[in-house]
């Protein structure tokens, strides 16, 4: 399927340079793209991937260089224009409206006409046809928002691709997909590939990256490392090239880990553990459910989208109320019912969703690292300013925060770094158990190994963690026990000490009860 | 540091607003050459300055408690009928009272007025937080309902009470200066005292430009959200015993009407975003004074009264899109080209 030789390139950049006010967001980078091959974009966060690819969609002007489509020179001023000139984007955070039906939101903007008004007959029929092509069981009349993150995602693939694009750009297509969703995913980018469509893949799951990709382009700090074709690349170097420095930490933290599994289990199963939760549930939200967290543990847990991970989680973290069961903390039971009650108990629920429950994103890295220790001590006795800059200045330095700038806007940093200075807003409440939901999302292989380095080492200081993850290598290198959820259920507990992610695997599938 | 981020600061934000102020002026000192001049007498500074800031003092209360409502994604459109409201029920108990010249007396009146506008403000509260109506209907129920309770207490007469301790709010002078404006001056010192010195500014903009994200941080942003519109009620009723007292009347259909178009008009030119968040006390300050001004000025240059509006309006529209985005960005751009012809690495002047 893919060229052998190298035919004329549908895009072409050259020495494409951008500049934000004190950095140098890319200097000089060559990227191509050939008709029908699948071309991912690899690097770090903040390695240039999200700027070049607003410089070829036209959200962001460049300062030198120039793009050529088919040979043409391309001037792309506006996101409007990149489209017609057949660039089309999905982005990360999906940016469709919910309160629209499916066929809406693939025909918005271009939808037939008749007498001056939308033919809506022919509108959803023309979407429904769309559909059927890619194989897509959704009925178009429906609304966009009742549906799962991924089927919102294969509809932005949809609503990208009615327009004839030439080039279409994922970005981060699959963060938030389970097995299922990818491979049907891949079924969709596949057949568009083969009608000669370029496609620009950025994902940071290498699986995935070399189940579909054919040529790799490999950015680090805004300048380019190189271009590859996929065969001619093993996994380790494309990481070190991503990188530039050896990881061997997360072997570190795999084996210590499983060692402690052991020894944690046996000391604390007399104990009274930390939190204690009998037959607390939610309806239409999560199934009653058991669960203890010790002092020092890390609890995984596993499970599919909508497997109901997220939901006991957020019922911990004091996020969402219970209306069922009972929760103990040090045996004495306590009412979470709001994120702040949690945060009294030290407890703290750091959401999956970053960027609407996370970041505060026109305040300051400062002001967002005080801000859960500033709301727990009231608005009248304000941290001083001096005790905030050491805290920031401690944060920044200890979680590698880049720039290191406390007084930039958090909307200004990349999303690996805005996801560290989240992490820096709890960990400054020294919390007694946190809770992550999945905190490596989205965020590039090195910064992904300093949270997890960070999680073993708080865990070994006594801090227990709720770990959640849709990584399961991840949950099982960093996890003492694991707690598998599966239809809003918790289906499985065990110990992470002989279990293996085909284990994992097989329960989060398996249909009997467990 | 603080030179850079002053210039960031007039760059961006008020340097239009105090541009338009300057101008206005100056208009003013063409037409009347006697207009900057202050002079004393009796012991108390007069001159059109003066005026202005002393007219002025109900626009910047009102804005002030509007910044805070605004910086939380809120508006209020209730101050209008809070200041008719709290004139009316200040002056009817002064009136009632077997000497309204007893300064105790108006003293109590004033005090059961803020009172009052406290419970007037917690309803406002209560809907928005509480029960989380969107705040523009939610406060437009006070703003039409406020108006009828003004004329209840008012009889549906306006109410003319002459009291000496009264008259002192809106007209009176203290250390040589009218006691409205220093007032209005002690209000503004406290807000920014107790929003910037206190963690209550952050939490007010972390709210307005996150609050599911605040919650989850441990922020109580209902007591926030609702102690903002409180005292959004509390400035417009001191803004409305400054009415009241001035003109010795309490009048429930023209008291304050229009002032909540007034101080938002101010809260937008001062900077702050309707879409809430990041606010500057400093801006609202300066818009309110512009508003003033732009009022003094239509007068002093004998613009004839049909066309007042027309000629307010197009002063702000000028103001309004001289600090649009999309100017901002030409006129950056204009100053990097000037800038850049020296021959300097070129970069990018702004990030979307």
Known sequence: ?514 | MIAARLRDVFRSRLIWPVIALVALLVTNVIKSPGFLSIRVQDGHLFGSLIDILRNGAPIVLVALGMTLVIATRGIDLSVGAVVAISGAFALSIVGDAPDPNDLGVVLGAAAASIVFAIVLGSWNGLLVSVFGIQPIIATLILMTAGRGIAMLITEGQILTVSSAPYKVIGGGYWFALPASIIIAGVMFALVAILTRKTALGMLIESVGINPEASRLAGVSARVIVWTVYTFSAVCAAIAGLMISSNVTAADANSAGLWIEMDAILAVVLGGTSLAGGRYSLTGTLIGAFVIQTLTTTVYSIGIAPEITLVFKALVVIAVCLLQSPVMNTRITKMRMRRRRTPAVAPTRATVS
């Open chain 1, 1 to 514: 399927m893919s060229v052998a030789v190298d035919p004329v390139p549908l895009v072409e950049m050259s020495h494409i340079s951008i500049s934000f006010p004190g950095v140098k967001a890319l200097d000089a980078v060559d990227f191509r793209m050939f008709p029908g091959e699948v071309h991912s974009l690899m690097g770090e966060n903040g390695a240039g991937k999200s700027t070049l690819i607003k410089a070829l969609t036209g959200v962001y002007g460049i300062d030198s260089g120039t793009i050529t489509l088919d040979g043409e020179p391309l001037v792309i001023k506006s996101p409007a224009e990149a489209q017609n000139a057949g660039i089309s984007t999905v982005y990360q955070e999906i940016n469709l409206l919910p309160n629209l039906s499916v066929a809406e939101n693939i025909m918005l903007g271009r939808e037939p006409r008749r007498f001056g008004g939308i033919a809506w007959k022919k509108t959803r029929a023309m979407a429904a046809e769309l559909l059927t092509q890619m194989r897509l069981d959704i009925d178009p009349a429906s609304l966009l928002g009742s549906h799962s993150l991924a089927v919102q995602q294969l509809v932005a693939i949809a609503r990208a691709i009615a327009v004839r694009a030439r080039v279409l750009i994922l970005d981060e297509p699959t963060s938030s997909l389970d097995a299922d969703e990818v491979a049907e995913l891949f079924r969709v980018i596949r057949s568009l590939k083969d009608n000669g469509v370029a496609i620009l893949f950025v994902s940071h799951f290498l699986d995935q990256v070399y189940e579909i990709a054919d040529r790799l382009t490999v950015l680090r700090n805004g300048a380019l490392v190189g271009e590859y074709r996929i065969e001619e690349i093993l996994r380790i170097e494309l990481v070190r090239k991503m990188i530039g420095k050896e990881i061997a930490v997360l072997d570190d933290i795999d084996t210590r880990t499983r060692a402690q599994a052991v020894e944690t289990e046996t000391a604390t199963a007399t104990a009274v553990p930390f939190l204690e939760a009998s037959g607390v549930g939610r309806k239409g939200s999560i199934e009653p459910f058991d669960v203890r967290i010790s002092e020092g543990e890390v609890v995984g847990l596993a499970g599919l989208l909508g497997s109901g991970r997220t939901e006991l989680a957020r019922i911990i973290g004091g996020a969402d109320r219970t209306d069922s069961g009972e929760i103990r903390i040090e045996g004495k039971p306590r009412r979470l019912s709001t994120a702040r009650s949690a945060l009294k108990d030290r407890i703290a629920y750091s959401s999956e969703d970053r960027k609407r429950e996370g970041i505060i994103e026109d305040l300051t890295v400062r002001d967002n690292i005080v801000l859960a220790l500033q709301a727990d001590r009231g608005w009248f006795r304000r941290i001083p300013r001096r005790r905030q800059d050491e805290l920031a200045a401690s944060y920044i330095q200890a979680l590698g925060i880049r720039p290191a700038n406390p007084e930039a806007l958090l909307r200004n940093l990349s999303g690996g770094n805005q996801q560290k200075v989240l992490l820096a807003r709890w960990l400054a409440i020294a919390p007694r158990l946190l809770i992550l939901d999945e905190p490596t999302r989205g965020i590039d292989v090195g910064a992904k190994a300093e949270i997890q380095r960070l999680v073993a080492n708080l865990a070994e200081e006594g801090m227990s963690v709720l770990f959640i993850s849709a990584e399961l290598e991840e949950v099982l290198r960093l996890s003492h026990r694991i707690v598998v959820m599966r239809d809003r259920r918790k289906i499985a507990d065990l110990p992470n000490e002989d279990v293996t992610v085909t284990e994992i695997m097989g329960l989060i599938a398996s249909g009997a009860d467990a």
